[in-house]
């Protein structure tokens, strides 16, 4: 098993249990204790998880694992997300998109559609589409598509999911209007509605959110029930939900009564 292999299972097992074991992990990953150990010291000089003794346990009050450690989770149900997101975006709309896996895949989607990027998408040099994001991975994929118009708001980037918080992203977002917004989430519950880990990008999501027209959230089923730290809106501000056929049944109809179009790949 490779290093990057044996991190992103030692982050999992942090992930959902809290904690981890050097002994149990060594079994399960079928390598030495030692490696182990080495593994967590690095992880813990990342900053991506805090040694004890033994072990280690999650880094603060809310984990949040680094965009780089969680492309390849749920990755096929991310993509087919992504390329239904994508298809919710008419050519020349102005769209907003928050950081995250899913909403890269959205990105990576609209950047090779035809009608945006093709040979003929351009007429007289006017961009197909303008994307506003605060999510500088996004910014960089785009903004080699001369056919994109890309806007990126000012503030401070946040290393674990390169989503741009603060003052001056607050600043740029009061000064625009969008067509749609795609909120990239890490809980949606249907009584309180979407989370985020982190405060500064609720509120620049949130924002996304108000000066749209449109709302549209892309999540996995694994995020479906669950509830982060900060919350991002409730649904009352969510147009359609996008999201795999892992959804239940239950859940579906409720996010339907709450006036919530479910879109299932």
């Not at 998109?97 to 559609?113: D, K, M, P, Q, Y």
């Amino acid at each position: 098993m490779s290093r990057d292999a044996r991190w992103d299972a030692l982050l999992e097992l942090v992930g959902k249990h809290g904690r981890v074991d050097v002994e149990e992990a060594a079994t399960a990953l079928d390598v030495s204790a030692a490696t182990i150990r080495r593994d967590l010291d690095q992880l813990a000089e990342q900053h991506l998880l805090t040694r004890t003794r033994g072990g280690a346990v999650a880094h603060g009050v809310s984990y949040e694992l680094a965009l780089r450690y969680k492309t390849g989770r749920h990755a096929p149900e991310k993509q087919a997300i992504g390329r239904a997101v994508s298809g919710l975006v008419a050519v020349g709309e102005v769209v907003g998109l928050t950081g995250g896996t899913t909403v890269t895949e959205v990105a990576r989607a609209l950047a090779v559609r035809p009608d945006i990027v093709g040979e003929t998408a351009v007429a007289g040099g006017q961009p197909t589409l303008t994307v506003v994001t605060n999510a500088l991975n996004i910014a960089s994929e785009l903004a080699i598509r001369p056919q994109i118009k890309m806007v990126v708001t000012g503030g401070v980037a946040r290393p674990q999911s390169y989503e741009l918080t603060g003052p001056l992203a607050v600043g740029v977002m009061n000064e625009i209007t969008l067509d749609v917004a795609v909120l990239g989430v890490n809980a949606i519950d249907i009584e309180r509605g979407a989370y985020v880990h982190h405060e500064g990008e609720a509120s620049v999501n949130r924002l996304l959110a108000e000066r749209a027209q449109r709302v549209v959230v892309a999540a996995d089923s694994s995020k479906i029930g669950k509830r982060a730290f900060a919350r991002v809106c409730d649904l009352g501000l969510v147009d359609v939900l996008v999201t795999d056929s892992h959804i239940g049944a239950e859940a579906k109809d409720r996010f339907g009564e709450a006036g919530v179009q479910v879109i299932t790949v």
